[in-house]
């Protein structure tokens, strides 16, 4: 059964380093999202992604955030200066078009800023 | 904020079904209702979704009541496997409305 892949299953980075989260959604899906889950908490959407641009964000997508599709498989998560406050676990997902249908998520990437 | 309204935590007998309630009483016309699970710290696994009627699939059976105020999961034969965060998330059937997850229901399958 096809799947979303997410690498690195774990990252470690310095505060005020730039992150790239890899996602490679399910091939067939129009529509990717990120979200995020700190450590005991609900998870939380972060951006919505639909023909190559922002569909929907939240308040927690600020200027450090960014997404990207650079080639027609991956869809990128990036984080230009991380802070403490960036330790999450990051879910990547994605949904065929109709509108209806659910999204399906990866494993995750966990992210460490120390 | 979450519309859902879930028990925080459910135990179940291995081999028993497991019913997990959920209350939506302002869900709308065009809102569907989606169940996820959380084992651990992976990812969100979809179970299965509906929007008035009664679903099924081979994970669990969807029961919503006929004034679709509220549902319930079920899961026929529940193992230890289906310990987990429960999520019961209304969305709208409408472009690409994210999901907007709660704090769901922790079932743990005892032996």
């Known amino acids: 059964e096809p799947e979303v892949t997410q690498t690195p299953s774990h990252q470690v980075t310095q505060m005020g380093q730039e992150v790239i989260l890899r996602c490679v959604p399910i091939s067939n899906h129009l529509y990717f999202y990120w979200y995020r889950q700190i450590l005991g908490q609900k998870v939380e959407f972060l951006v919505s992604f639909y023909n190559n641009e922002i569909s929907e964000k939240s308040e927690i997508f600020d200027d450090q955030f960014s997404v990207e599709r650079p080639d027609g498989s991956n869809f990128t998560l990036k984080i230009r200066s991380t802070k403490l406050e960036d330790s999450a676990m990051y879910f990547c997902?994605?949904?065929?078009?109709?509108?209806?249908?659910?999204?399906?998520f990866g494993d995750g990437t966990r992210l460490s800023i120390l | 904020d979450a519309k859902t309204t879930q028990p925080p935590s459910m135990d179940c007998a291995e081999g028993r079904a497991a019913n997990l309630p959920c209350n939506h009483s302002?869900?709308?016309?065009?809102?569907?209702v989606y169940w996820y699970r959380q084992i651990h710290s992976q990812g969100p696994q979809y179970i299965i979704h509906?929007?008035?009627n009664n679903e099924t699939n081979e994970m669990a059976s969807l029961i919503i009541t006929e004034d679709r105020k509220s549902s319930t999961l079920i899961l026929p034969h529940a193992t230890l496997r289906d310990t987990a965060v429960y999520y019961c998330i209304v969305r709208l059937d409408s472009g690409n409305t994210p999901l907007v997850f709660g704090k769901g229901t922790r079932l743990s399958v005892i032996a």
């Open positions: 997902a994605s949904r065929i078009g109709l509108s209806n249908q659910p999204q399906h």
């Open positions: 302002t869900i709308s016309g065009n809102e569907y």
């Open positions: 509906g929007l008035k």
